[in-house]
């Protein structure tokens, strides 16, 4: 799920940025007041952190491409270490992560970075954990059989079912901020039919994966996990406004995906606005006619922002727009003086670095 | 690649900060270039070419290192080719489509911010790319993590190693590892390095480490001039977005 550099125009790589910014500053304020809480302070956690990162790094290492969408399938652990560390340490740890692997093992972009700790950890460790996991944990299901046994159940059902949904979710803001930055020639349609696909598969090993793991934790040593079996003795009571908020990104995010489907036709755009309640659209998106307006002003305004943050505008040579030829075809004997400098850089360079060598150190 | 971040060059003596700047500022530019702009963007290729030969590493290193990569990162518009249909261009009497050109463009933008990017770390390293972010007041949980998390996985690779050995020393002829043992594999190992992490984390609260790593002062070479080299090479990558290069020289040559 790791998208490279070139998948991401500036101004949607510079909104993930900043949204991923702002979710990391919550989560580290978060970690801070429980600092002060509780007696598990950050400095106590850090070495459990690192550990999971590395282990989760280790996981993803393995992965595999999806052809021509310039993205990877793998394992992504968001989950994982959710239910170990809780979502705040967890999303600290998948950021770690994720630099890692773009800094070291070039896995994602630099400028992507932004977007892939949103697609793959965003997802898992707050969707997942507060949507999903935690609702689990603390029902009543299961309730017949002893504690044990009903926590053993609850840690299956919930780590597949939030494997595959935040990872739908994941897939799908891939697809999402690829086709938001025009970049693919890739159709809307068909770049979802060949993502999701695979990635329900994975979502579907990653669960089983996941609840293997915790079920070992959760046989040796249960106090690992928090969550399980605290319906009762935990005071902690879990935020309305929380969910809601929730909610409504996730709304957004899929919201925004699905109005630029019928913004990637020249005239799906006129097709979406008008008329299209009769013949059953929204319903066909499975929204209703209110949030589907609201969906497409919040893929109008981020549309808006990413105008005013591309920091450079993608059409600098105004002209060239009716004929592409021209930038591409321009200048070849140019290109070929670039490509003699590029050459003649490489030599010499090479000559520098041999005696550069040479010399005692 | 520690040991080539270990190295000294011109570029390896540059403030961290100076270089996450350029290689951040030239993948943004780079990332920028219309789809089309096939001869625009193949400038770009000087920058790291440059990099790498002042640096005294090898470009081949680059490939060789991230040859797993690579693939993946041109497979990126693989399927352009078949959407975008419309001719740009004859060459004698072959047709080249628009799809070719976007291809082509996106696998260069893919190849050259890679390059970049190999480059800001092989020259820089972890601990340098830590203390730029600490400058740009990264909160100190996450460099500190970083470079924790950096060190760990060396240490899980090798308690990895140690029980796939110890698993198929007991479970000879088998190749791999059950699917009925991954769990139990994945949570003693979590477990194992869990316990070893904690030693030693506390003996590093031990030898007086409170959350965060001082490292000794950076014998670089003068801000000043790192600051300098940053801004210029900045102005230069923003020329050749704003003039298309090649074209210019096309026209000198024409005329």
Known sequence: MHMADALLSPGVAATMYAATAVTAGISISRLRKQEK??????????????????????????????????????????????ALLGPYAGFLSMIVVLTIQCLFFADGGLMALGANVWNMAFYGCFVGYFLIYLPIMR?????GRDAKAAGRLKIILASILGCVITLQLGAFSVVAETSLSGITELPFGTFCGIMLPIHLAIGLVEGLITAAVLLFVYETRPELLRDVNTAETDGKHWSAVGTLVMLAVVALVVGGGLSLKASSKPDGLEWSIFGNAEEGYSANMGLDEESYGVESQAA???????????????????????????????????????AIVAALICVIGGFFRKKHEGLPA | ????????????????????????????????????????LFVMVLFPLLGYQLSYIPVLTCFHKLRVVMPLVCAVGLLNPFYDRQILLTVGTVGISAGVISMLTLMMKGVFCLMMSFLLVATTGITGICSALRQIRCPEVITTLLLLTYRYISLLLEEVSTMTTAYHLRA????????????SFLGQLILRSMDRAQGLYESMMLRGFHGE???????????AVSAAVSVICSICVLACRWYNIPALLNSLVMF
């Open chain 1, 37 to 82: 809480l509780e007696v598990d302070p950050t400095a106590v956690k850090l070495p459990t952190m690192a550990v999971m990162s590395a282990l989760v790094f280790a996981g993803q290492m393995i992965n595999y491409t999806i052809p021509g969408t310039g993205s990877s399938g793998h394992l992504c652990g968001g989950m994982m270490l959710t």
């Open chain 1, 139 to 143: 029902s009543k299901l299961f309730s």
């Open chain 1, 300 to 338: 109008a305004a981020a549309q808006s922002i990413q105008e005013k943050t591309a920091f450079l505008p993608d059409y600098a040579f105004a002209g060239d727009e009716e004929n592409p030829a021209g930038t591409s075809v321009s200048g070849i004997a140019g290109s070929a003086i670039v």
């Open chain 2, 1 to 40: 690649m520690d040991q080539l971040a270990a190295r000294s060059s011109m570029i390896h003596n540059m403030t961290p900060l100076s270089k996450l700047w350029i290689a951040v500022f030239y993948i943004l530019v780079t990332v920028s270039f219309h789809k089309y702009d096939i001869s625009g």
């Open chain 2, 172 to 183: 000879p002829g088998q190749k791999g590892i059950r699917m009925s043992a991954w769990g």
């Open chain 2, 213 to 223: 790593f001082h490292s000794a002062a950076e014998n670089k070479g003068p801000r």
